[in-house]
């Protein structure tokens, strides 16, 4: 068995759908189980990181767990917790998913969120993995509004480059590191940074998007008091927003432009692009 945590978001669900593909037993932690989509086989239980007692009842059972335990600067004493419930309920194997530039001071505060929870989970005694994503292709669905209109999108980062990721891939090495335990274990004490084959910035991710539509994809380049209501704009509160000041110049400076060799390495065949997964969900985007 299989504890998938964050089992409805943009990886966990995605590790979900490939882990059932593979025929492996999934449990998906999930709030609302009733209105959780899930592959057949896969078996929803209620629960958040935030509540220590669901989490406890999720992993009895389990060989392996999914770590999600971060969403913002108030959940790393959360994260911290985790491993330990793992380990109380004899799981064996942990993957957490953490994200780039973790512990680097230049990131600033996002930098510091996943520490506790990456130190929780290398203290653990159990088999580890941890996954540092770059910025994921995913990011982009919010521009699908503004696209579909013909307007701009957002520009929060000037010219600055990330290695994007795909977040299937991400998905992809998880699952692989999840498995691991009946393979050779090669997974196990490794830090993955994970990235795409290339730099890009906003300019060009839009630049893709329009190649794709056939029709033009605008940026709006935001001030720094731009974006700050920008980002309230998508429910994020003050301590969110005044810790994003610091990483978003980290990008702005070209801090973040790093691709690895991570994702074709370990799953044997190129990273997927930025293009691959425009292509993919180009009716997000398409006004027609």
Not at 64 to 77: T, Y
């Amino acid at each position: 068995m299989i504890l998938v945590m964050g089992a409805t978001g943009t990886t966990g669900g995605e590790v979900v759908r490939q882990l059932a593909a593979r025929g492996a037993k999934v449990r998906a932690l999930t709030r609302d189980p009733a209105r959780a989509q899930l592959p057949p086989g896969a078996e929803a239980v209620p629960g958040h990181h935030r509540d220590p007692a669901s989490v406890a009842a999720a992993m009895v059972g389990a060989e392996s767990a999914f770590l999600v335990g971060v969403f913002g600067p108030d959940d790393s004493d959360h994260d911290r917790a985790l491993p330990a419930a793992a380990r109380a309920a004899g799981v064996r194997r942990l993957v957490k998913l953490s994200g780039i530039g973790c512990g680097d001071p230049a990131v600033g505060p996002v930098g510091t969120w996943h520490m506790a929870g990456e130190q929780a989970v290398r203290d653990s005694g159990l088999e580890w993995t941890v996954l540092r994503p770059s910025a994921f292709a995913s990011n982009t669905r919010g521009w699908a509004p503004a696209v579909r209109s013909g307007g701009p999108v957002p520009n929060l980062t000037g010219t600055g480059g990330q290695g994007v990721v795909d977040p299937r891939d991400v998905a992809e090495v998880a699952v692989a590191a999840l498995l691991d335990a009946r393979h050779d274990g090669r997974h196990a004490g490794r830090t993955y940074t994970l990235t795409g084959p290339e730099v890009l910035s906003v300019p060009d991710q839009a630049a893709v998007l329009a190649e794709i539509l056939g029709r033009p994809v605008g940026t709006r380049e935001l001030t720094s008091d731009q974006a700050r209501a920008h980002l309230r704009t998508l429910g994020l509160d003050d301590t969110f927003v005044d810790a994003s000041e610091q990483s978003r110049a980290f990008v702005q400076q070209g801090g973040n432009e790093v691709v690895t060799d991570d994702v074709p390495r370990l799953l044997g065949r190129p990273a997927r692009t930025y293009r691959e997964w425009a292509a993919d969900h180009r009716d997000l985007f398409a006004d027609d």
